[in-house]
Structure formats: structure tokens, C-alpha cells
């Protein structure tokens, strides 16, 4: 390690721990502190009761299906982008911030206008015998909406700065293309590929305001856990929605503790968000 | 980068027309549907009823108390968190301190953390079941289903949002720049103010960017401590909510129509930011030595 000359360490690192640990720090410890108080026997009587574990089979599930569908689309978007111009990429560039920007309550309304039965989308796929909206498929899509930036954002970078040779070299070497991108390009973008996807989860599991409105929220089939959460706030049971917010705030550690791992080996490229 | 690619271009992977051209089909197919179309909608819908019922809901006392409730907290959540946010990049990226990393982890909790979970947590520091609020409430500060409560949540969701557009672009940056002007006899403001600022002030002000937008579309956490009192504690996204579920679909995507306009604007000035430099955070602009090129 070397001296450093450079002043302000004290101001900078201060400001920092105290507003770290006044916004941040300070109102998760006193969520945990609350669920503790709560007592072993009474915590797991509340976390593990059927509706608490149907929610979080409907998130869990929803959320695993919206990774999936943006690992392949978000692949798909950022190789589009960085590999091919066509009139307008830019344009589609800009656009996929929108999910970032347009606030989730905004996104939620015209998610279930377009997929409500008399809605664009929702009459067609009516036709066809698929209800989406007030079904998981609805939260699914509200899912994948909110969470696709993660994806691409993680990957785009690390596409655009492929080395064109190593490509050059495994044709020359007679590769095919369908080969050199799973041997050569796809283990390069693997580590990014698992940072986006960890994150990408990580948000749908929390996700609210986007699916509140379209997914139905019937007990047992279409309630997420973060509604669980607002609904026993709203019945006064603070403790039970301490209890079930634990468990939201554990899954969001371990996706935390996941992606950071994930992220030291995808080394220095950054998560744009 | 883009002196490998002059002169002849060898045909790379996926460059077959076929391949190309239906790749790029299906993208912009699935964009148009998945992201597209929710924006056209909202503008549709809104004026489904035509211009006066627009007009109505806009100006309608409710709404605009609900956009003032929305622009007062941005207006006091943003400056406060780009202070925090140089003064996190600052002290991370310039020295090295025990605990460094474990200090980024924590300030990128709220990116993960649900906002349910937010606001959730503030209930039991500042609400009457928590740990300050029978305290508070005696001195007759209301901090939860008021404003400060608001504002309280906003911050942490959008804790992360500035400090994490700087650290990647300072930690490239290095600290040579700033470690010459101090040892030239610049004080630590005029260091930061002459030689950082001017390197970082795109960054910064795409990050300032997106956590307005964020503070101002914040539904989750806002809706659990704002008690979502019409017209005292109604924010434009819980407004919106109020309306869809008082089935005025036309009157609530009016509402949205406004947060809809504030996130194009700030997807334009992400664009016109990325044109001045800031979008190349992740690309190092003063490191020289070879060997810290990836790859």
C-alpha cells in the first residue's frame, strides 16, 4: 500500500458511514431486530404458514421464468446492438432504459391495459384460450419488463470489447459459427451472462409496483410475497409483515452476496444501471 | 477499439444475412411488444376520453397537489444523495481503508433490498411500533405518513443511484491527477473542484438523472409510509393508483402520462450525457499502462 497524500478522508468516509448508516443500515437493523423479537417457534409458524409459502412459490416461480425469458432476449438485444446497425438502433438502444426510468405503477397500468381480455394484446391472445392478466403469466411479464436492462446493460459492454482476433483465429482454425460462439464467445460472456441474471432475479423477487396491478393478487395462486408484506401491514399484523419482509430481505442478501461473487470474476466490468 | 476493425472487414460470427436479418426481426419485434407498446398505450389510453378529460384530470387540484408532493421530495432527496454520492466515490476510489469493499456492498443494498422491504423497515424506526417513534410522537414530529417520510424512503432507494455511476469512473480515473495537485499546494476543495469535478461531471449528472427519475416514480416504498392520504400525502405514482382503482382509467393514465414524460426525458438526457462522455465510465480514460487493459 502505498502513502497517500490525498486530504479528505475523514470528511468524505464520514458523511459517508453516517448517512450509510442512518438510511440505510439503521431502518434494516430495527426490520430485523423486530422480526427477532418475534421468537423462534412464533417467526416460523409465520414465514412457513401455507399463504406465505404459496407466495413465494408464485415469486420464486414467476421470477425464475422472467430470467429465463431475458437471459435468451437479453443475450439476443445485446448482440443485436453491438453486432449489426440498422436504421433506428440507437433508437432501440435508448429504449431499453425505459423499464429503469418509467416508474414501476406506470409500467404496472399500461402492462395490464395492453393484456386485460379487451386489451391489444390480451383480445388476441384471448382468442387463442391464454389468460395473462390476473394470472402468474401476468406477473411473469411484468417480471420480465421491469428486469430486462440488467441483462443487456451487463453484457453489452463485454460483447463490445470482444477481441475481434479471437474470433478470426477459430475461424481460421475451421470453426463453425454456431461452434466458435459456444466455445469461444459464449465462456466470455458467461460471467457477465450470471451477474445480469442474478440481478435480473433479484429485482423480480422484490418487484411490486409493477405487478400489483396485473397480477390479481388472489390469496394462494397470485400473491406475491411483497404484497403478502403490504397486506399484513395493512391488517395492523406488524409482526407478520416483519416476518415475511425478513424473508424478502434474506433472499435479497443472498442474491446480493451472489452477485458481488459473480461480479469480482467477471473483474472490472461494471453494472450499469 | 476501433482501429482493429479498419480496412477489410472479415465476416465475424452471426454476420450471414439470413442469420442477421432474422435475428434482428425478432428483437424488434419483442421490443415493440414488451416495450413499445406499454408507452403508445398510456398515451392512448389517457386520451381515450378525449383532450377535456385530460385537460380535467391534469389540472384537477388532487393531481396537483399529488405532482407537488413528487417534485418537493426529488428536490430535497437528489442533493442530498449526490453529496452522499461524492463523498462515497471520493472516499472509496481515493484511499484505501479496512473494510473498503464490505462499504461498497453495503451501499448497493437498496438496489436489491424490495421497496416493500424499505418501507417496511421504516415503519419500525419511525412509526409508532418502531424504535423512535413513541419518542417522536411526544415532541409531536410526525415523520411517517407525512412528507419527511417520503423523503426518508426515497433516499434509500436511491442511495446507490450517483455513487454508483462515479466509482467505476474514478476507480479508472486513478488518482495521479489529484495526488500532483495536492502536491502542488492545492487544498483538498480546490482539487476536487478544479481537477475531479470537471472529470466526472457527466457521470454525475447521469446519475443525478436517474435518481430523480427513480424518486419520482418510487411507488413501493412510498405507498407503505405515506399512508396514501388523498390530497395530504399522495404522491403522482399513488395517485395513479388512487384513480385506477376508483375505476377512472382515463384520469389515471393521464397522471401517468406525466411520469411516462419525465422517463423519455431522461432516457434523452441519458443519450445526450452518453455523447459527452459519461456513458464511457466503464471504459478507462486516463489509464495508460497496457498490462490494466481487460482482455
Redesign the interface.
Known amino acids: 500500500m502505498r502513502r497517500n497524500v490525498l486530504p479528505g478522508l475523514r470528511l468524505s468516509l464520514g458523511v459517508t458511514l453516517f448517512y450509510v448508516g442512518l438510511i440505510v443500515v439503521l431502518p434494516l437493523a430495527a426490520l430485523v431486530f423486530k422480526a427477532a423479537s418475534l421468537g423462534p417457534e412464533d417467526y416460523w409458524r409465520i414465514v412457513s404458514s401455507s399463504r406465505a409459502l404459496a407466495s413465494y412459490r408464485v415469486t420464486v416461480l414467476s421470477a425464475l421464468g422472467a430470467t429465463v425469458f431475458n437471459l435468451f432476449f437479453g443475450l439476443a438485444l445485446a448482440w443485436v446492438l453491438t453486432r449489426y446497425r440498422f436504421p433506428g438502433w440507437r433508437i432501440v438502444d435508448a429504449m431499453v432504459d425505459l423499464p429503469f426510468a418509467l416508474p414501476t405503477a406506470v409500467a404496472g397500468i399500461a402492462l395490464t391495459a395492453l393484456f386485460t381480455t379487451n386489451g391489444w394484446f390480451g383480445s388476441i391472445l384471448a382468442e387463442l384460450g391464454i389468460k395473462v392478466a390476473y394470472t402468474p403469466l401476468g406477473i411473469m411479464i411484468a417480471m420480465c419488463f421491469t428486469s430486462l436492462p440488467f441483462i443487456v446493460r451487463t453484457v453489452q459492454p463485454v460483447l463490445e470489447d470482444l477481441d475481434p482476433a479471437l474470433e478470426e483465429a477459430a475461424q481460421s482454425l475451421g470453426g463453425s459459427d454456431w461452434q466458435i460462439f459456444r466455445k469461444v464467445i459464449l465462456p466470455l460472456l458467461t460471467p457477465a451472462l450470471l451477474a445480469g441474471v442474478s440481478l435480473s432475479f433479484a429485482r423480480s423477487l422484490g418487484e411490486f409496483g409493477a405487478i400489483i396491478f396485473i397480477a390479481g393478487n388472489q390469496p394462494m395462486s397470485t400473491e406475491i410475497t411483497a404484497l403478502l408484506v403490504f397486506i399484513r401491514l395493512e391488517e395492523y399484523d406488524y409482526q407478520a409483515a416483519a416476518a415475511v419482509a425478513s424473508v424478502l430481505l434474506i433472499a435479497a442478501f443472498v442474491m446480493l452476496a451472489l452477485t458481488n461473487w459473480m461480479q469480482s470474476r467477471a473483474l472490472r466490468y461494471t453494472v450499469r444501471g | 477499439?476501433g482501429a482493429?476493425?479498419t480496412g477489410r472487414k472479415?465476416p465475424?460470427?452471426?454476420?450471414?444475412p439470413l442469420?442477421?436479418r432474422m435475428?434482428?426481426g425478432?428483437?424488434?419485434v419483442?421490443?415493440a411488444?414488451?416495450?413499445?407498446?406499454?408507452?403508445v398505450?398510456?398515451g392512448v389510453?389517457a386520451f381515450s376520453k378525449g383532450w377535456f378529460v385530460y385537460r380535467d384530470t391534469i389540472i384537477h387540484p388532487d393531481t396537483l397537489h399529488a405532482i407537488g408532493l413528487t417534485v418537493f421530495p426529488a428536490i430535497v432527496a437528489v442533493p442530498v444523495n449526490t453529496?452522499?454520492g461524492?463523498?462515497?466515490a471520493?472516499?472509496?476510489t481515493?484511499?484505501?481503508?479496512w473494510g473498503r469493499r464490505f462499504?461498497l456492498?453495503?451501499?448497493?443494498?437498496?438496489?436489491?433490498?424490495?421497496?416493500?422491504?424499505?418501507g417496511?423497515?421504516?415503519?419500525?424506526?419511525y412509526?409508532l411500533?418502531?424504535?423512535f417513534g413513541p419518542a417522536l410522537d411526544e415532541y409531536g414530529l410526525k415523520i411517517l405518513f407525512a412528507i419527511p417520510g417520503i423523503i426518508?424512503a426515497s433516499?434509500?432507494v436511491t442511495?446507490p443511484f450517483v455513487a454508483?455511476?462515479l466509482i467505476?469512473l474514478m476507480q479508472a480515473q486513478g488518482?495521479d491527477l489529484?495526488?500532483a495537485a495536492?502536491?502542488l499546494g492545492a487544498?483538498?476543495w480546490r482539487?476536487?473542484f478544479s481537477v475531479t469535478l470537471p472529470n466526472i461531471k457527466w457521470a454525475l449528472l447521469y446519475g443525478v438523472v436517474?435518481c430523480n427519475?427513480?424518486v419520482?416514480?418510487?411507488?413501493?416504498a412510498v405507498?407503505?409510509v405515506s399512508g396514501n392520504i388523498r390530497g395530504q400525502t399522495n404522491t403522482?405514482?399513488?395517485h395513479?393508483?388512487l384513480l385506477?382503482h376508483d375505476y377512472q382509467?382515463a384520469g389515471?393514465?393521464a397522471a401517468?402520462s406525466i411520469?411516462?414524460l419525465?422517463?423519455?426525458f431522461?432516457?434523452?438526457a441519458?443519450?445526450a450525457l452518453e455523447r459527452q462522455g459519461a456513458g464511457r465510465?466503464?471504459r478507462p480514460t486516463l489509464v495508460t499502462n497496457p498490462a490494466e487493459k481487460?482482455?
Do not use: C, H, N
Open positions: 477499439m482493429t476493425r472479415p465475424r460470427v452471426g454476420d450471414q442469420f442477421r435475428l434482428i425478432i428483437v424488434l419483442i421490443v411488444l414488451l416495450i413499445v407498446a406499454p408507452l398505450v398510456i389510453e453529496a452522499f461524492i463523498a462515497a471520493w472516499s472509496i481515493k484511499f484505501d481503508f462499504l456492498v453495503v451501499i448497493e443494498i437498496p438496489f436489491s433490498v424490495s421497496p416493500i422491504v424499505a417496511v423497515a421504516y415503519l419500525f424506526v412509526g411500533q418502531g424504535v426518508l433516499m434509500f442511495a454508483r455511476e467505476p488518482r489529484e495526488e495536492t502536491s487544498s483538498g482539487t476536487f436517474l427519475a427513480r419520482m416514480g418510487e411507488f413501493g405507498s407503505v403522482l405514482p399513488l395513479i393508483e385506477y382509467a389515471a393514465f401517468a411520469l411516462a419525465i422517463a423519455v431522461t432516457i434523452i441519458k443519450v465510465a466503464r481487460t482482455q
